[in-house]
């Protein structure tokens, strides 16, 4: 059983899925393979359904830790096993459709004025104001910051795909503001050192630890007295309400956000119901005033 879980994984990466996917699919695998306690093979399709039903009956697991548990199983069989059941067709992702929690732009605004270390403010201020993932932003490096076009370059994004998207003018002096305490060559926001010294960051080899930017974020979110339930990605979600607020095109936005379907993107029209272009001068004005020395 040791040695299925081991060649899924080898699988999982070959077929190019983000280590973050590899190890939820894993993890969903392995406690498949424990609970049986057999080989894949002897492994009836009557078995993989009550396993289904046991974890939305029994384990009552999450919409998302469903669907990762049904994804990580079903490859398995198919990729690694070469065995496919018609359970795979019939079982549903539970994720569900809900709406996204989205702050207005005074909430934003007031959740990172609260915001005091100055790394955190500036990572927390880029990932809304560029619509980034919480790991897009922490692994930014300086040279991904283009001051002359105004665009900041992803090469980190989801599914590994590269992606340009504007700079608000304010967003790129709160970084330079920043970069300047530390110049680390490797990474915009590197990991302080002991006691949090700029000095030490200059040689970080690390980013900014995700969980350090998510604890900020709810100290903040609680000091605004703020009572929605926030985490860094409800400023994705801000940001893309907000734009398409300001009128700018949706498919604009899909782009800006990196959805490979236009159909990820309209949930947005659920939250605000415009469209329009001239984005530039749009994202400056929405972006205005969150950073002045």
């Given at each position: 059983?040791?040695?299925?879980?081991?060649?899924?994984?080898?699988?999982?990466?070959?077929?190019?899925?983000?280590?973050?996917?590899?190890?939820?699919?894993?993890?969903?695998?392995?406690?498949?393979?424990?609970?049986?306690?057999?080989?894949?093979?002897?492994?009836?399709?009557?078995?993989?359904?009550?396993?289904?039903?046991?974890?939305?009956?029994?384990?009552?697991?999450?919409?998302?830790?469903?669907?990762?548990?049904?994804?990580?199983?079903?490859?398995?069989?198919?990729?690694?096993?070469?065995?496919?059941?018609?359970?795979?067709?019939?079982?549903?992702?539970?994720?569900?459709?809900?709406?996204?929690?989205?702050?207005?732009?005074?909430?934003?605004?007031?959740?990172?004025?609260?915001?005091?270390?100055?790394?955190?403010?500036?990572?927390?201020?880029?990932?809304?104001?560029?619509?980034?993932?919480?790991?897009?932003?922490?692994?930014?490096?300086?040279?991904?910051?283009?001051?002359?076009?105004?665009?900041?370059?992803?090469?980190?994004?989801?599914?590994?795909?590269?992606?340009?998207?504007?700079?608000?003018?304010?967003?790129?002096?709160?970084?330079?503001?920043?970069?300047?305490?530390?110049?680390?060559?490797?990474?915009?926001?590197?990991?302080?050192?002991?006691?949090?010294?700029?000095r030490m960051e200059k040689?970080?080899?690390?980013?900014?630890?995700?969980?350090?930017?998510q604890t900020v974020l709810?100290?903040?979110?609680?000091?605004?007295?703020?009572?929605?339930?926030?985490?860094?990605?409800?400023?994705?979600?801000?940001?893309?309400?907000?734009?398409?607020?300001?009128?700018i095109d949706i498919r604009?936005?899909?782009?800006?956000?990196?959805?490979?379907?236009?159909?990820?993107?309209?949930?947005?029209?659920?939250?605000?119901?415009?469209?329009?272009?001239?984005?530039?001068?749009?994202?400056?004005?929405?972006?205005?005033?969150?950073?002045?020395?």
């Amino acid at each position: 059983m040791q040695s299925i879980l081991q060649e899924t994984i080898i699988n999982l990466q070959l077929a190019g899925y983000s280590p973050r996917t590899v190890e939820a699919y894993s993890y969903h695998v392995k406690k498949f393979l424990e609970y049986f306690d057999k080989e894949p093979a002897q492994i009836t399709e009557d078995e993989i359904k009550q396993y289904f039903l046991y974890l939305k009956y029994k384990k009552k697991l999450s919409g998302s830790a469903s669907a990762q548990a049904i994804s990580g199983i079903k490859f398995m069989f198919q990729k690694t096993l070469g065995s496919d059941f018609k359970v795979f067709g019939i079982v549903k992702n539970p994720r569900g459709k809900k709406l996204p929690v989205v702050l207005t732009r005074d909430e934003v605004r007031s959740v990172l004025n609260r915001v005091r270390v100055l790394r955190h403010r500036a990572c927390l201020t880029l990932i809304y104001s560029c619509g980034l993932r919480l790991h897009e932003a922490t692994s930014i490096s300086p040279a991904d910051v283009d001051s002359k076009r105004m665009v900041l370059h992803i090469k980190t994004g989801k599914g590994r795909k590269d992606r340009i998207v504007p700079l608000p003018k304010s967003t790129l002096f709160l970084l330079r503001e920043h970069y300047k305490r530390h110049r680390n060559k490797t990474y915009l926001f590197p990991a302080p050192g002991r006691g949090g010294g700029f000095r030490m960051e200059k040689d970080s080899i690390r980013p900014l630890a995700d969980s350090s930017v998510q604890t900020v974020l709810k100290q903040a979110v609680r000091e605004a007295g703020i009572i929605k339930n926030v985490s860094v990605h409800n400023l994705r979600h801000s940001y893309a309400t907000h734009l398409l607020e300001a009128g700018i095109d949706i498919r604009i936005i899909q782009k800006y956000l990196g959805h490979d379907s236009i159909a990820s993107t309209m949930i947005y029209t659920h939250l605000t119901p415009v469209i329009s272009e001239n984005v530039h001068p749009k994202i400056n004005r929405l972006m205005a005033g969150l950073w002045q020395r």
